[in-house]
Structures are given as structure tokens and as C-alpha cells.
């Protein structure tokens, strides 16, 4: 629910705050989403394995009418896991961002994953579904994330940093169900969650979501609006807040 407005090419959004209150712009610059099918999760090349992919009903935190995607590990016998291959759009730091709903009434436990260079560098973090706590399972090189919650979803960053390669094996994973208690791994663990759109980028910062389907996307910077000429024949002045 709210209000949805549809803008310009480059032109920064504003944000509404939930519960009303003045709008924010928000500029933000070049991004290119390399996971290049970032929410249609029961589609190539997420490599499904025995899970049970269904769209939700569970409408997007972003973007009216775009679902998430309901994610099962219904197998007690094996930890099962949704795989998709990347190739990063050069050398350097690297962020993965996955938003998954909050849960208020059962607690699970999945896990998701950035892995770069065939593990040169990467991390497996787990998430407390209803409380948000995290912990890094396994990790190898130089790893950090943060975890906020949005309008009931949960946004996970997961950034690494120093691979000496791009390689062949850098990865996004989702383990729905890794284990029945934070930390640890269990393959009788079952369970699901709601999962809408899969980002990875360069840089460590994590930027609003850019939709792919088939390939990847580059949504270019922001560009300011101008003040129309005419203003500039009388006297005025600007006030601006803002946050780096």
C-alpha cells in the first residue's frame, strides 16, 4: 500500500517515510546488477535443487505488483540450496543483497552466500528470520555485512573484498532451511522463505534494487533536477538536509 509513482530515466526518486512526513530524494550512482535473473528464482540459471520455487503473492517492498518468490526445503535428508553463477563486471570489492521477509510468528533459520574466485573470498551468513540476528557460519578472506529491515523485509549485505581474480566460480546462494538453530547445519532442517530480488554489484555499497531477466542491468547516475532559468531573474535560496 502507498503511492507509487513512475519517473523519468536518471531522475532520482523521492522516498516517503512509512507514516508520513516530508519525502527524501535519493541520488545514487552508476550500479550494474550482475545477477542477471534477479527474481524470477524457478527460471535458468538458478540451478534449483528439489526445492519448491512458487511465486508468494507476497507483493515486492519496492515495486506494486512484482512478487516475491516462495522458497522450500521440504527434504530432511538433504540441505538443499539455489545456485546462481555470476561473473562481476570487474576486479574488486563485491556485494551480494538479498531482501526476504520478516517473520513474526515462527522462527527460521536460512542461509544465504557471496562467493568470489572459488572461494578465495567469500561467506556463508545466517539469519534469525524474526529477530534479525546474524552469524557468519563459514568464511574465508576479508567478509562484512549489515542487516536492516524495511517495511517488513529483511535487506542482507553481504560484501567481500581482495579476490586476485575474477575466475570462474563466484556464486549467490539461498539455503531456505540450513538449520534449526543460528550457526549451526543441519540437512534434516526444513523449512521456507520469501525471497524478492537478488542483487550483486560492485563496490561495497548496496543500491536500491535494479530488476533483471535474462541479463544483466546498469542503471546509470542520478542527475540532479535543474532549477528552471527564469528563478535565476528574482532572489532565493535553498535549504537542503542531507545524509552520506
Known sequence: AGLWETIGTNIPPLNYPVG?????????????????????????P????????????????????NEGWLVEDNSAIA???????????SLGTQTATYRFIKDTDETRFPEFALRLNS????????????????NVRSSSGTVSHTIIEEDGWWVLKLT???????????????????????????????????????QGELGSTATSPIITAGSSVTRFQDVPLSIATPLLLNDFSIYMEFNL
Open 119 to 134: 572461494g578465495e573470498v567469500e561467506q556463508f551468513t545466517q539469519v534469525n528470520t524474526k529477530t534479525g540476528v546474524t
Open 79 to 89: 540441505a538443499l540450496e539455489l545456485v546462481q553463477f555470476i561473473t562481476p563486471s
Open 46 to 65: 538458478w540451478t534449483i535443487l528439489s526445492n519448491t520455487i512458487n511465486t508468494s503473492g507476497q507483493v515486492s517492498p519496492t515495486v506494486a505488483g
Open 160 to 198: 567481500c573484498v581482495g579476490a586476485t581474480a575474477i575466475g570462474t566460480d563466484n556464486r549467490v546462494l539461498i539455503r531456505p532451511a540450513a538449520s534449526t538453530t543460528l550457526g549451526g547445519f543441519s540437512n534434516a532442517a526444513t523449512g521456507s522463505i520469501i525471497v524478492w530480488n537478488i
Open 20 to 44: 508520513g512526513g516530508c519525502p527524501s530524494w535519493l541520488f545514487e550512482a552508476e550500479a550494474t546488477n550482475v545477477v542477471i535473473q534477479s527474481n524470477s528464482l524457478n527460471t535458468t
